[in-house]
């Protein structure tokens, strides 16, 4: 994850990757787990003070964080300055840095840190899980978010320059030899899973892929999707924990 900026029409394509993202903040996918981690964090770590989040984009769970948490002190950090200016422009006050995963400058400094749909972009995983844990304090806690399946492999995959989808024994293991003792593990997006099945088979007939129209959905639809995400939300609320879905949720403390 170093700093890079590129112009090949891929993810890191400042107008396509900002143009996904805009897209995806209107998505009933953002929108149900930004009230997940929302949730986490008030569940899991009601005393933090302050949260760090890696790889931030564009500040779309920042800003999610800061309307429902207004108490806690939020800052994030991205090394991709499209998406890094943007989240600056939607959070005035908030502290933003470029920063790399893979050098955190921070030292015990965070009650909670987040990696949500990051871990899965860089080719050592567990180096940047050791990152997070040097930079978290002691007792506090990491919220992980990733891909889930690798046989939901798809061209938004490859779109995204995803190094893999995680399966569950994956995660939890590279938390634990990380440091963290895990608190809860569910998967989400899991009530949808049989149409994310269907589209990608359909996905892989199609001769290019595009990550605008993808995540741009009819409104009746985005919302229907969205009132079952909701339904899911409220099962893993009450202590469900789901098997299989498009991702995974890990809530984990430093020892």
Not at 15 to 43: D, P
Not at 63 to 75: F, G, K, M, N, V
Not at 155 to 160: E, F, K, N, R, V
Request: one cysteine or more.
């Amino acid at each position: 994850m170093l700093d890079r900026e590129s112009d090949d029409g891929g993810y890191y394509d400042s107008a396509v990757h900002c143009a996904a993202a805009a897209a995806e903040e209107q998505s009933f996918w953002a929108s149900g787990r930004n009230k997940l981690i929302v949730w986490s964090v008030r569940t899991y770590f009601p005393e933090a003070r302050s949260l760090f989040e890696v790889g931030c984009g564009t500040g779309i769970v920042l800003r999610a964080l800061r309307d429902a948490l207004p108490r806690l002190e939020l800052s994030g950090g991205d090394w991709y300055r499209p998406a890094l200016e943007e989240a600056r422009r939607k959070l005035p006050g908030v502290e933003l840095v470029e920063v790399d995963a893979l050098r955190l400058p921070f030292q015990e400094q965070f009650d909670v840190l987040a990696a949500l749909d990051v871990l899965e972009h860089v080719d050592d995983d567990e180096a940047v899980l050791r990152e997070i844990y040097r930079a978290t304090r002691t007792g506090g806690g990491v919220l992980i978010t990733v891909p889930q399946h690798a046989w939901l492999w798809s061209a938004a995959d490859d779109w995204a320059e995803h190094r893999r989808r995680y399966n569950r024994g994956e995660l939890v293991a590279k938390l634990t030899a990380s440091g963290f003792d895990l608190v809860r593990v569910t998967s989400f997006v899991s009530l949808l899973l049989p149409l994310m099945v269907v589209a990608r088979l359909v996905s892989r007939r199609r001769k290019s892929y595009d990550p605008v129209a993808e995540l741009r959905l009819p409104r009746s639809l985005d919302g229907a999707l969205g009132s079952v995400l909701a339904l899911e939300a409220v099962a893993i609320e009450r202590g469900m924990s789901f098997p299989a879905g498009g991702s995974l949720l890990a809530i984990a403390r430093k020892r």
